[in-house]
C-alpha cells in the first residue's frame, strides 16, 4: 500500500498549488482521505479530509474558503486545491488515509489514519 504525494513547491503569497495523492496497493473506496502539514518546530495539524463514498469534505478553520480537496476515483487520487497562499501555510503536507470505522470528527486527528505518504514542501513567501 503506498500513497504518493506531490505537486509542493515554492509560491508566492496570494498564490495557488494543486497537491495530488496517488493511491496504490489496496482499494480505498470505502476510506477517507485527509490532508495534514507540519511546520517547522510544530506539531503536524489537520488540513482537511475526503469521504471516496458520498464526497463529504471537512476543513480546517485556518484554511476553510482557501483550500479545496477532491477526488478522481479513476485515477485512485486525492487532490488539494491551495488558493490565496498564505506565509504561514509553509509547511510539508502529508496524505493519509484511514478506515471509516469513525465518527466524521476524529478524522481530523492523526490515530485514525493508517497510511500516510511521505510529504511533500509547500513554501510560501511573503
Known sequence: VQLQASGGGLV????????????????F??????????APGKEREFVAHFSWSGGSTYY?????????????????TVYLQMNSLKPEDTAVYYCAAGGPRYSTILYTTERVYEYWGQGTQVTVSS
Open 60 to 76: 480546517a478553520d485556518s484554511v476553510k474558503g482557501r483550500f479545496t480537496i477532491s477526488g478522481d476515483n479513476a485515477k485512485n
Open 29 to 38: 473506496s470505502t476510506y477517507r482521505m485527509g490532508w495534514f502539514r507540519q
Open 12 to 27: 508566492q503569497a496570494g498564490g495557488s498549488l494543486r497537491l495530488s495523492c496517488a493511491a496504490s496497493g489496496r482499494t
